[in-house]
């Protein structure tokens, strides 16, 4: 009985020594820290700001930052990320600190669709000397943005610059083979009405198109024949021509249709499917 009333006496003071040995504001970052990981990211902000607030010495302050940054990147606030991971990285104090606050920049663009203003930023990474040792993980940032941007030709250049056999340079290579070209579609269906809908598989409306151009191209050259001017020119303006340059547009319409699933299709097994890092 006296061994386990020591027992305990000593567990008890063992464990007062651990809770009260912390600082208050280790307390509070611990706490905000709980809330991230449990992906409480608006609470967790508000906790971090808390303890920003009575960090006098800016001891937290990168750590505190950093975090706001990505729990508003969490919630879809991007803006409000990039204020904070630009406080992060003016605080930042060592080369890894540095390092991986530009990348939380970078990713955020990305997601924000600010393409441009992330390949800009990872343009002046790739000509700083310091990070010649992670050229692949620029190239495979550089290769999530073009993805981004639709331009998956330009992935999948990236990410074979790490590896030929890398997995998403034959996803891009495949989004690439399989996507049409808006181009051919709109020029086939300029020379052959509807050709261009056959072409992305719209095969009813490019036969419809085929035979309503045939149809009024008929009646158009037949009014000429006859010497009945006027109904020619009313029927190859308001008519003929109507459904030509609408055959144009359509081929477009469709190409772009199908490209934008294509490219949503790929989209949504990166999401859902695959397993390295993402923005």
């Known amino acids: 009985m006296k061994f386990s009333i020591k027992y305990c006496f000593c567990a008890v003071y063992l464990f007062s020594n651990i809770i009260f040995s912390q ?19 608006f609470d967790a902000v508000t906790e971090f700001k808390r303890l920003l607030f009575f960090d006098e010495d800016s001891i937290y302050i ?48 990305i997601l924000a669709g ?7 930023l990872i343009g002046q990474l790739e000509k700083n000397n310091q990070y010649d040792d992670k050229k692949d993980e620029l190239n495979y940032w550089k290769g999530w943005a073009y993805i981004f941007n639709d331009e998956w030709e330009k992935a999948a250049e990236s990410f074979g610059r ?8 034959k996803l891009a290579d495949d989004v690439v083979k399989q996507k049409y070209s808006v181009t051919f579609a709109k020029i086939s269906s300029f ?34 024949v006859k010497e009945r001017y006027f109904d020619g020119i009313m029927t190859g303006n308001f008519l ?12 477009e319409k469709f190409a772009v249709k199908k490209n934008l699933e294509i490219s949503n299709t790929a989209l949504e097994y990166l999401q859902n499917e695959y397993k390295g890092g993402k923005p």
């Open 62 to 109: 990168f750590k505190a930052n950093l975090q706001i940054g990505l729990s508003y990147k969490m919630g879809g606030k991007y803006s409000e990320a990039l204020q904070y991971f630009t406080l992060a990285e003016i605080s930042s104090e060592t080369h890894g600190e540095l390092y991986s606050t530009k990348i939380e920049i970078i990713k955020t663009n």
């Open 23 to 41: 600082t208050p504001l280790e307390v509070q970052f611990r706490y905000a820290e709980k809330l991230f990981n449990e992906e409480k990211y």
């Open 191 to 224: 020379i052959i009405p509807g050709a261009g809908q056959i072409y992305t598989g719209n095969y009813i409306s490019g036969f419809v198109s085929l035979g309503w151009n045939i149809l009024w191209g008929y009646l158009t050259i037949n009014s000429f």
């Open 240 to 251: 003929w021509l109507r459904f030509y340059s609408g055959n144009i547009q359509n081929a």
């Open 162 to 169: 790490i590896s030929p056999d890398h997995e998403l340079k």
């Open 114 to 120: 600010r393409t441009s203003w992330a390949l800009r």
